[in-house]
């Protein structure tokens, strides 16, 4: 009887985890299902996605070592947004791998120069900017801690 149980609980688990992944590649939104109510995970990732979507970028235009203004621009957004939301949290690593640099250092060139750009007032990048951090803490409202 144990044993059943047991063997029962573990195809549960494995049908749950198939259900979330079927979600996640459905939907492009991680989520996890807990006392049968599905809850959105908050990963740099899939912020990044969201971030991508308000700006119509593709992951890959992002990845590519462009310089066009926009995909440049976009990088800068991620990389502040990651930083304000996640603070010490995830590493500067973790940001480049999100927006395709190199390194720890290109993402502290690019919180600089992004807060540049807003101290500024650069039409192009606030305009984009408000967009994306909008977009943010409306994905971010639909995330329970």
Known sequence: MIDELANNNIQIRSAVCYLEGLLKAATGVAVKVYAKTLIPVDTPKIMTKVILDTLILTEEEIMTKSRKRNLVTARFIICLLLREHYGKKISLGEMSDC???????????????????????????????????????????????
């Open 99 to 145: 927006v395709g640099y190199t390194d720890h250092s290109s993402v502290i060139n690019a919180i600089d120069q992004a807060q540049n750009f807003l101290d500024t007032n650069d039409e192009f990048f606030c305009n984009k900017y408000k967009a994306a951090k909008l977009a943010t803490a409306e994905w971010l409202k639909t995330i329970k801690y």
